[in-house]
């Protein structure tokens, strides 16, 4: 039984991230076993366990809080939304996504990822990265093509003039394609429960 649809031979094309992913985890890896073989022949095996279980230490730390914070600001964002304020937007560069990626890198074993995690927790570079980030999100989501999940993303941020977001759905009641014949034939199920 066959569709119509045709099916096409033609392989594949890889993404690039898809392609060259697996060899920077490999390269990082590798990287993070010399260096702390390195530290390890220079000032001892003992050092090298000190270093790694103060940067899982850290890291549990610095999780932790970023993760109290969070659930506090979403508390706060309900508690405001229930008394019919607009709630207040958070500072920028504050966000706790950053910080909880901090502390993973803390966590994961290895010098370079401590590093890098430290460097995430200074203020200045996780603004810098969160809106270098931001921006290379709304460039991938602009260039999304139609039907995507990018193209879903844009739509809901629909606004309104007041900045009130505005979802729904176009519903034309001349479409041939949703009239059903039928005793529910007008009915239509509500957007929000």
């Known amino acids: 039984m066959t569709t119509g649809v045709p099916l096409s031979t033609a392989p594949r094309r890889r993404s690039r991230a898809r392609t060259f992913l697996p060899l920077a985890v490999a390269a990082w890896m590798i990287l993070e076993i010399w260096l702390l073989s390195l530290v390890a022949g220079a000032a001892g095996g003992l050092t090298v366990a000190a270093l790694l279980m103060g940067g899982i230490v850290l890291g549990a730390v610095v999780i932790k809080r970023a993760g109290r914070r969070a659930f506090k600001n979403l508390t706060n964002t309900f508690q405001q939304a229930q008394q019919g304020r607009q709630p207040t937007p958070q500072q920028p560069g504050g966000g706790n996504g950053l910080t909880m990626l901090a502390g993973l890198l803390l966590i994961l074993p290895g010098l370079l990822s401590d590093v890098a995690g430290?460097?995430?927790?200074?203020p200045p570079v996780r603004a810098l990265v969160g809106r270098r980030a931001g921006r290379s999100l709304e460039r991938r989501m602009a260039a999304a093509p139609a039907g995507s999940f990018g193209d879903a993303f844009q739509q809901a941020r629909i606004h309104q003039?007041?900045?009130?977001?505005?979802?729904?759905?176009?519903?034309?009641?001349?479409?041939?394609?949703?009239?059903?014949?039928?005793?529910?034939?007008?009915?239509?199920?509500?957007?929000?429960?």
């Open 161 to 193: 003039p007041d900045g009130k977001v505005v979802q729904g759905e176009v519903i034309r009641e001349n479409d041939p394609q949703r009239a059903a014949p039928g005793p529910h034939a007008g009915y239509r199920p509500p957007l929000a429960p």
């Open 118 to 122: 430290l460097l995430l927790l200074i």
